[in-house]
Nanobody
């Protein structure tokens, strides 16, 4: 099993940046693909970014492509999401998730963190 804990959320002005981190427990972290998802009030959870086990392949939602960067450090059991040029539309609770094979669909992920709030003011 993998336990995930997100951090780094907060309040930022439009155009600003935030860096989210997700720390994972367990010695098998490198076996899992990781994904970031987000859910805004009244909306369904949506895919943001995902990264393969080695970090060699990354995937992004069109809405964040060119602004967000996902990365992982298997030695430190962490996955990060660097978010630049934030807009109010990025306001949501951001979740880290893990599964054995990379995917962009939330219901395929087996393990989830508790989420971290990101609020972008205009």
């Amino acid at each position: 099993q993998v336990q995930l804990v997100e951090s780094g959320g907060g309040l930022v002005q439009a155009g600003g940046s935030l860096r989210l981190a997700c720390a994972a427990s367990g010695r098998t972290f490198s076996r899992y693909a990781l994904g970031w998802f987000r859910q805004a009030p009244g909306k369904e959870r949506e895919f943001v970014a995902a990264i393969s086990t080695s970090g060699g392949s990354t995937y992004y939602a069109d809405s964040v492509k060119g602004r967000f960067t996902i990365s992982r450090d298997n030695a430190k059991n962490t996955v990060n999401l660097q978010m630049n040029t934030l807009t109010p539309e990025d306001t949501a609770v951001y979740y880290c998730a893990a599964r054995l094979y990379v995917a962009t669909t939330s219901h395929l992920y087996d393990y989830w963190g508790q989420g971290t709030q990101v609020t972008v003011s205009s």
